[in-house]
C-alpha cells in the first residue's frame, strides 16, 4: 500500500511493508490520515519522531529494529518509554532516557530522499514540523 506524507514544507511518497510488520500496518491504516507534530530527536542521533504518550496501537513487536535507515520510519509500541512514530534522516541509534529500544519498521520513504536532511535539520533548528499520513 502506498502513502503520501507531509511532513513541514515537504512531501514524500512512502510504503507500508505489509508483508514485514502486518499487525502494526494494520493498525497504523485504521488511523489514517494521522497527523501530529515531530521534533528532533534527543538521544536517538539524526532522526524526528512524533511524541505519543501511552497512545496505545495494541501491537507488540514485529520487524522491529534500534537501527533504522534513513528514510525509514518506525513505531515504538511502548512499553519501557512512551509510544512513538521515529522517522529517520540519518544515523540512527533508537534510545531513550531508559536506554535502548527497538521499534516496528513499518514504513520506507520511497522518494525525495534527498529532503530528509533537511526536515531534519529545519526540526532541529526552527523546531516543531506538522506531519500527515494518509493513503493514496
Not at 508483508?19 to 524526528?48: D, M, N, Y
Not at 507488540?60 to 529494529?65: K, L
Not at 528514510?71 to 529517520?88: M, V
Amino acid at each position: 500500500m502506498k502513502l503520501k506524507i507531509t511532513a513541514g514544507p515537504f512531501v514524500f511518497d512512502a510504503v507500508l511493508e505489509t508483508e514485514k510488520a502486518p499487525e502494526t500496518c494494520k493498525a497504523f491504516i485504521e488511523r489514517l490520515p494521522f497527523e501530529g507534530q515531530i521534533v528532533h530527536v534527543r538521544w536517538s542521533g539524526e532522526g524526528v519522531w512524533v511524541p505519543l504518550g501511552d497512545y496505545n496501537f495494541g501491537v507488540g513487536y514485529e520487524n522491529h529494529t534500534s537501527h533504522p535507515a534513513p528514510g525509514h520510519i518506525i513505531l515504538y509500541p511502548g512499553g519501557i518509554s512512551e509510544t512513538e512514530i521515529l522517522l529517520a534522516y540519518g544515523g540512527v541509534d533508537f534510545s531513550s532516557k531508559m536506554g535502548q529500544l527497538a521499534g516496528n519498521h513499518f514504513i520506507t520513504i520511497t522518494s525525495n530522499l534527498e529532503n530528509l536532511a533537511v526536515l531534519g535539520n529545519k526540526t532541529l533548528w526552527e523546531g516543531t514540523q506538522q506531519i500527515r499520513f494518509e493513503l493514496v
